[in-house]
């Protein structure tokens, strides 16, 4: 453990109150989820791909399966999460998910020909699809997913982690080319949110799994001594350094690791080391009144204007710490989107919206274990 819980957290000038978890009870129980219905629409096909249709090549990547598997199981949508599921294997992960781990991105070839752009493999999917899996099983009662999360939760294992200087064998980004000369390991930090570091380590009794959520938080923490995140880090003996291709760069990866803060239940025990991560750009943001859309992690100079997605995903910090002129900008810019029917939002901001409504309305929380709690299984 990095840093123990206390109840009063103080963060740059704000107050964190460990209040209790939200009960979800207040949701009034299921409730439709329009906008969930509407990103389906627009980027769900009728055999679960997920396609990303500004890019010429019309990507489906394993994130954005992993992504609506997730968003479905929220929605106690069992169809669709085995139309996602089931085209995931299909296409990207021959022989199924528990025989291999799913290629990151599939489109198109030439014409009208689609098929695998890139066979390497993504952690950070691969983790969201085996826990998804396994709380499937669990809410659902279907057994067989959990065999299959457990199968891919070993498959992460033996082909996705290495031994990183200074934290021991950690999971990495992929399966090939994170690992550029002995010693040296790239790393993205948004790639381990710890409410799934803490749910795998909770299902498996292996001591690779038992030690992630702990290492996950200090690389995090030790990503951002500063309270920027970073999208990418490098990290050798001596330490964590800018990385070695994307430089000090905090923007569109890092932008989830303060979504995964925000969703990250109170009395995790190393939530309040990840607090200190981010508290600078939350800080800023709210002084702006707009979040950052790139800014450099070791000074804190930003640029560039946000794209409507990094309003979304700092709305759980922001309504946490009680950040008024980001909350007004983040209101503003739901209004705005809202009122053109939603028609500026990408396939990724679409995500980052879907995760952050979804917990701001109540749909569903993670526990101190990572376990994933939902409105649809409460009692009215």
Known sequence: MILGFLNVLFVAGFVLIANPQQALASSQCTKPWPELKLFESKHVQADGRVVDFSTPEQITTSEGQSYAMFFALVD??????????????????????????????????????????????????DLWIAYNLLEAAR??????????????????????????????????????????????????????????MRKLSEAHSDSFWKSQPELSAQLIVNSAPKGYVPDWVTVKADGISADIEKGNVGSYDAIRTYLWAG?????????????????????????????LERVDTSSGIWYGTAAPGFYYALEPLAQELR?????????????????????QLSYYDWVLFLYAKGWVEGRYRFDKRGALQVSWNKKC
Not at 142 to 160: C, F, S, T, V
Not at 265 to 289: F, H, T
């Open 76 to 125: 106690n949508d069992q169809v669709r999460f085995k139309q996602l599921l089931d085209w995931t294997e299909r296409n990207l992960a021959p022989g199924g998910v528990a025989q291999s781990l799913p290629a990151w991105k599939w489109g198109r070839v030439r014409a009208n020909q689609f098929g695998m752009l890139d066979a390497n493999s993504a952690s950070d999917s």
């Open 139 to 196: 809410l659902w009662n279907m057994p067989e997913y959990k065999e299959k999360g457990l199968a891919l939760m070993q498959l992460i294992r033996d082909n996705e982690a290495g031994d990183v200087p200074g934290y021991g064998r950690m999971v990495l980004p992929g399966a090939v080319g994170f690992n550029p000369a002995p010693g040296v390991y790239r790393m993205n930090p948004s790639y381990l949110p710890l409410f799934l």
């Open 263 to 291: 969703l990250t239940a109170r009395d995790e025990p190393e939530r309040k080391a990840l607090m200190q991560a981010v508290y600078a750009y939350m800080q800023l943001s709210n002084r702006l009144g707009e979040p």
């Open 323 to 343: 950040l008024s002129r980001l909350l007004l900008a983040i209101k503003a810019k739901h209004q705005e989107v809202k009122n053109q029917n939603y028609a």
